[in-house]
């Protein structure tokens, strides 16, 4: 969470130490911070699985303003008009698990304020964050393909605002419009480069450089320049262990790129912290922009 201006105060919220790098007071919540992980629902067998949609977070209607996902709005007004009249918007909360793989995809998920981290479980000790979603792209959408079922884990990674159409919907939309059908097959090709560059990453480069980029992505994604994260939580989307995550946010604090304590990060020198990540960081913004023939996140 990034810090408020000197002298403002927030509701509900208390100050803490001063951070000489940031200039401003932080803010801890007095009821205390999220929990790094989502309680169980009564009676599911996956220990993962938080309170959803369907166990009563609130949803309102979309409204059929210019959407402030990048897919939707690049969407001609009809077609755009037509998808939005099936959607709600709903709320995502920090660690929610919105879909596993083998599970069927009952929604399509459009954020446009929050992040959505695509896990792939090596085994009972591992795995690797592989895809990351903001307001440049969607969850779901192997629907597109005639694919019903996920094939991956999806976690919220930066709580927010997103757009939630039934997967029933998405279809009957999608078979009437040609330029949604466009869009999600460029978007597709899209994220299968940034899924062999993340392959790449993930072997050759250091986890300092590595975790460059992933604050860059998820800046990029949420336009925020600070955010709720636990060491934990990186060591397991960045597939290392939880020292060599502390060692690399002390290396990136200490050349002043970022503030970091209890779990909440700050990004105070975007263009430092750009030279310090790894090459991906960019190829992946260029493969955006060459994909979508837009301007990648920004």
Same mark, same amino acid.
């Given at each position: ?35 790094? =992980? ?70 399509? =998920? ?43 884990? &999806?976690?919220?990674? &930066? ?115 750009? &030279?310090? &990540? ?21």
């Amino acid at each position: 969470m990034a810090c408020p201006s000197p002298g403002v105060s927030r509701p509900g919220y208390e100050a803490t130490q001063r951070p000489r790098c940031l200039g401003a007071p932080t803010y801890r919540r007095r009821l205390g911070t999220a929990p790094r =992980w989502p309680k169980s629902i009564p009676g599911s067998t996956n220990p993962w699985r938080p309170r959803c949609l369907e166990y009563g977070r609130t949803s309102v209607p979309a409204t059929l303003a210019p959407s402030a996902n990048r897919l939707l709005a690049a969407l001609p007004r009809q077609e755009h008009d037509r998808l939005l009249a099936h959607c709600d918007t709903v709320n995502l909360q920090f660690a929610e698990v919105l879909a596993e793989p083998g599970e069927p995809i009952r929604h399509v =998920w459009f954020p446009t304020g929050s992040a959505i981290a695509q896990i792939r479980r090596i085994d009972a000790h591992a795995s690797l964050e592989v895809g990351l979603i903001g307001d440049e792209g969607a969850l779901g959408i192997p629907l597109a393909l005639d694919v019903t079922e996920s094939s991956l884990r &999806a976690l919220v990674q &930066a709580p927010g605002t997103a757009l939630r159409i039934p997967a029933s919907a998405f279809r009957r939309v999608l078979e009437e419009g040609p330029a949604l059908s466009r869009i999600l097959r460029q978007y597709i090709h899209v994220l299968m480069g940034q899924l062999a560059q993340t392959a790449g990453c993930t072997r050759f480069h250091l986890v300092e450089p590595r975790l460059a980029r992933w604050l860059l992505m998820t800046q990029d994604r949420t336009h925020s320049t600070g955010f709720h994260i636990t060491h934990e939580f990186l060591a397991q989307v960045l597939g290392v262990r939880r020292v060599g995550i502390t060692h690399a946010a002390s290396t990136l604090q200490q050349h002043q790129l970022i503030h970091y304590r209890r779990g909440d990060i700050a990004i105070v020198d975007r263009a430092g912290l750009e &030279a310090a &990540a790894c090459t991906c960081y960019a190829a992946d913004r260029l493969a955006y922009s060459r994909g979508m023939r837009g301007t990648p996140p920004s």
